[in-house]
Antibody, heavy 119, light 107 residues
Framework: QVQLVQSGAEVKKPGASVKVSCKASGYTFNYDLHWVRQASGQGLEWVGWMNPDSGNTGYAQKFQGRVTITRDTSISTAYVEVSSLRSEDTAVYYC?????????????WGQGTLVTVSS | SYELSQPVSVSVAPGQTARLTCGQNDIGSKNVHWFQQKPGQAPVLVIYRDSSRPSGIPERFSGSNSGNTATLTISRAQVEDEADYYCQVWASSTAVVFGGGTKLTVL
């Protein structure tokens, strides 16, 4: 079955960058891969997506220029990097996957990675 | 910006029917997906494309979507259904949007 395993928790200072990984298994690494974040006690917020085959990406408008999604197909792993971190970026970051394409749904989720931004 | 409106909380007695709504002008023209999230856990897909149920999701979960409102219905609600529920759509070909979430209490 599909499994997404994320890297461990991170603590970063304001202004730094963080890179979270998501290793996929149980399927051919070609479905769209999305990143969603959730601040403590808050709702879900879509960050962006990538198609591992083509490398095409898309980002929520508020994250454009500050978030980069990449992948290493040789190890079936996707990454999200957030730069110029601020306290408001403190959240659990999830990767999720499902059928590719517009209007798709997120069938499988990683366990989440807590990113804490604190001086 | 495109927003989805969900009630903050809904309460239902065990065995009764819970109806959770997700509102936006002409949401009936879009495919709506629903997620359940329990404390400390990742979200779980419970309904996709308005009314389809993934394998492993109990039949008491159903969905509908028409006009300006999409609805997740939980029939014969159980204590284990207590969770936060989020609706989600693609606002455009390049933007995914989640509703603010509804906390369902079963007591």
């Amino acid at each position: 079955q599909v499994q997404l395993v994320q890297s461990g928790a991170e603590v970063k200072k304001p202004g730094a960058s963080v890179k979270v990984s998501c290793k996929a298994s149980g399927y051919t690494f070609n479905y769209d891969l999305h990143w969603v974040r959730q601040a403590s006690g808050q709702g879900l917020e879509w960050v962006g997506w990538m198609n591992p085959d083509s490398g095409n990406t898309g980002y929520a408008q508020k994250f454009q220029g500050r978030v980069t999604i990449t992948r290493d197909t040789s190890i079936s792993t996707a990454y999200v990097e957030v730069s110029s971190l601020r306290s408001e970026d403190t959240a659990v970051y999830y990767c999720a996957t499902g059928p590719s394409g517009y209007d798709s749904h997120f069938e499988d989720w990683g366990q989440g990675t807590l990113v804490t931004v604190s001086s | 910006s495109y927003e989805l409106s969900q009630p903050v909380s809904v309460s239902v007695a065990p065995g009764q029917t819970a109806r959770l709504t997700c509102g936006q002008n002409d949401i009936g023209s879009k495919n709506v997906h629903w997620f359940q999230q329990k404390p400390g856990q990742a979200p779980v897909l419970v309904i996709y494309r308005d009314s389809s149920r993934p394998s492993g999701i109990p039949e008491r979960f159903s969905g509908s979507n028409s006009g300006n409102t999409a609805t997740l219905t939980i029939s014969r609600a159980q204590v284990e259904d207590e969770a936060d529920y989020y609706c989600q759509v693609w606002a455009s070909s390049t933007a995914v949007v989640f509703g603010g979430g509804t906390k369902l209490t079963v007591l």
